[in-house]
């Protein structure tokens, strides 16, 4: 089974699987081309097990994806992505996914796992919002943190801070109500807010969705 002619939107993908004197045209509302491969070996598994490649293909198109995978939360002129990339490393990887498909302003709202709100993980922010326009540190939540550890975790703007060394537009918006009116008042058709971390954002992507739905 292999997979082959990529070609990747804002409305997911489209590729071929070709096994032996067969190709399937495939098309998955996931994003990200390295979706191809996921489905790919999705594709093979069912076959072999013997279901029909009609069948197995419909399903494919009907599938919308795993909850906050680069899941879409709202799809209309300002496109709303929720991800649980909570540390430097998986940002650039789904920073690097939305710029290749989205080509208007990117606005990242990012809240960081504990290990990535301790000192040490300040190098791995390095150029990992380099392909966002926008970085806002929201509020952290509040997490239990051992009592014993000599290491006290960044607060939202020590973060803020830290992030800035290599991506200046990066601000610190303690407030949820004036976070979600300036997504709303910097972002036109086109452009995409992408809420990048490991918690629920206090409903910040709900009321979001609401607004623009109006």
Do not use: W
């Amino acid at each position: 089974y292999v997979y082959k002619d990529i070609i990747q939107n804002e409305n997911g993908l489209e590729f071929k699987i070709k096994h032996k004197d067969n190709t399937y045209d495939i098309k998955s509302q996931l994003l990200g081309s390295f979706q191809a491969e996921n489905i790919t070996g999705a594709f093979a598994m069912a076959h072999n097990i013997g279901l029909s490649p009609e069948k197995i293909i419909s399903s494919i198109e009907k599938f919308k994806g795993m909850k906050r995978r680069l899941e879409k939360r709202y799809d209309g002129d300002i496109k709303v992505i929720d991800d649980i990339a909570h540390s430097g490393e998986k940002a650039i990887s789904v920073l690097n996914c939305l710029r290749s498909i989205y080509k208007g302003k990117i606005i990242t709202v990012f809240e960081p796992n504990i290990g990535g709100r301790e000192i040490d993980a300040s190098g791995s922010y390095k150029n990992a919002f380099i392909d966002s326009d926008i970085v806002i540190i929201p509020r952290l939540s509040k997490l239990k943190i051992n009592e014993n550890e000599d290491k006290k975790p960044m607060d939202g703007k020590e973060l803020a801070n830290v992030i800035s060394n290599t991506h200046k537009n990066t601000l610190y918006i303690e407030d949820d109500e004036e976070l979600i009116n300036f997504l709303l008042s910097n972002t036109k058709k086109g452009d995409t807010i992408a809420f990048l971390g490991s918690h629920g954002f206090r409903g910040m992507i709900e009321e979001t969705v609401k607004r623009l739905s109006k």
